[in-house]
Nanobody, 128 residues
């Protein structure tokens, strides 16, 4: 059974940076991808980015390109989301989620049809 734990959230000033981590445990095969999502109060959960654990190919929603960077460290079973130039509108609970990807060389979709497991979320607040 897959388990995901996010860490790294907190308070950041406008223009600042945070790096989120998602530690994945369980059956982490190469046909797995990890996506990052966020949900602001009163809003729907939005996709941000994803990365395949096997091939390491990443994908981004247009509005985070150039500001957010996703990466993985398979030795640590961890996926990171580096967030730069943060703005108050980035305030949200950030979640990581695991889903299957096939073929493993494919580029993951930021909006997968089926999520296998969600993390519990980590709060990011951007405020001066």
């Amino acid at each position: 059974q897959l388990q995901l734990v996010e860490t790294g959230g907190g308070l950041a000033q406008p223009g600042g940076s945070l790096r989120l981590s998602c530690v994945v445990s369980g059956n982490t095969l190469d046909d797995l991808a990890i996506g990052w999502f966020r949900q602001a109060p009163g809003k729907e959960r939005d996709p941000l980015s994803c990365i395949s654990l096997g091939a390491g190919r990443s994908n981004y929603e247009e509005f985070v390109k150039g500001r957010f960077t996703i990466s993985r460290d398979n030795a640590k079973n961890t996926v990171y989301l580096q967030m730069n130039s943060l703005q108050p509108e980035d305030t949200a609970v950030y979640y990581c989620a695991a889903f299957s990807i096939w073929p493993v060389q494919s580029i993951c979709s930021t909006t997968p049809l089926t999520i296998r497991s969600w993390g519990q979320g980590t709060q990011v607040t951007v405020s001066s």
